[in-house]
């Protein structure tokens, strides 16, 4: 149940961090970001 409620926020973070962005460089860095996010608090 807890996953489901992290990968849930994940993607609603992805979805409007792409649509908060405006280049291609600027999602990768949006992506990186939550990436890194997750990961740390997963530790």
Do not use: P, W, Y
Not at 33 to 39: I, N, R
């Amino acid at each position: 149940m807890k996953n489901q409620a992290i990968i849930f926020l994940f993607l609603a973070v992805i979805g409007l961090g792409l649509s908060a962005c405006e280049t291609m460089e600027g999602a990768g860095r949006d992506i990186q970001h939550v990436g890194k996010s997750l990961e740390e608090s997963a530790e």
